[in-house]
């Protein structure tokens, strides 16, 4: 029984595993093309009696044709791309202190781990400084500072609110 579960969460994770690594390799080589980016083959897996054929045969000629330095007979795998975006567009990142090109790569990297650790610690700076300026404006001079700095709405309110 023991050998039996075994096999059956060793197959689930590994199904989690390929889905995870489809995934990956979906959005980092398939969305993303650059030159950086080796080109992606797709193989026909679902018949597994004709694994011979569409899988393991045109796989090694793939990686014999990336060998030998000549082009595969197979096509590598192509994203619909989008003909609105910029490739070469320029974007500045202050958080991260990066430039980034192209619409996508952009994209890419607003929602990337790095850059929303970035976003995080920013806000944590600002939330430590709001609580700094909180402390300080018990002092009048500070609270007549805070008030030259503050938007025209929140002076409206204060000065409502002082009247
Ligand atoms: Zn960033």
Known sequence: KLQKTGIES???????YARKQNRWVKNRFLNRPGPSVPPVYGLEVSDVSKWEESVLEP????????????????????MPCNE?????????????????????EW?????????????????????????????????PDCDKELKEKGSPEQNEKELKSSV
């Open 59 to 78: 796989a090694l000629e793939i990686v014999q044709s990336f060998i030998q330095g000549h082009k595969p007979l197979a096509a590598p795998v192509k």
């Open 107 to 139: 994209a890419a990297h607003i929602k990337s781990k790095s850059h929303l650790h970035q976003l995080k610690k920013r806000r944590r700076l600002d939330s430590d400084a709001v609580t700094a300026i909180e402390n300080q404006s018990i002092s």
């Open 84 to 104: 609105m975006e910029n490739k070469r567009s320029y974007h500045m990142c202050d958080l991260c202190d990066r430039i980034i090109i192209g619409d996508r």
């Open 10 to 16: 060793l197959k689930q994770v590994t199904k989690r």
